[in-house]
């Protein structure tokens, strides 16, 4: 079983950054697997967008949108994940709801930035960013 908690959305006007942050807390027992970390982003009547994951290796990959402006990275601890997406020179069309998400057991780079990788998900943090 594994908890996400994001924090660190807000309102920025363009240009600006963000720094998002998100707790994954684990079973001990859980801690020996691999696993991937994602941000997903969704906003209003459009569909859930994968925007940056990692995974146990720190291999990164992200949505061309945001490609040279967002940087994922992670902490690892015992029992206790830390995902982070720097968001710099963001637009308005960042603007969105804001998921971490967490997937354990399976190996698929290419299915990284899908959904239906991950069976964990946080409640959200929204960003907005103003013209």
């Known amino acids: 079983q594994v908890r996400l908690v994001e924090s660190g959305g807000g309102s920025v006007q363009a240009g600006g950054s963000l720094r998002l942050s998100c707790t994954a807390s684990r079973d001990t027992r859980d801690t020996t697997g691999w696993y991937y970390l994602a941000w997903f982003r969704q906003a209003p009547g459009q569909e859930r967008e994968g925007v940056a994951a990692?995974?146990?290796?720190?291999?990164?990959?992200?949505a061309n949108s945001v490609k040279g402006r967002f940087a994922i990275s992670q902490d690892v601890a015992e029992n206790t994940l830390t995902l982070y997406l720097q968001m710099n020179s963001l637009k308005p069309e960042d603007t969105a709801m804001y998921y971490c998400a967490f997937s354990q057991g399976h190996r698929s780079q290419v299915l990284m930035l899908s959904p239906d990788l991950y069976q964990s998900w946080g409640p959200g943090t929204q960003v907005t960013v103003s013209s």
């Open positions: 990692i995974d146990r290796n720190h291999i990164a990959r992200y």
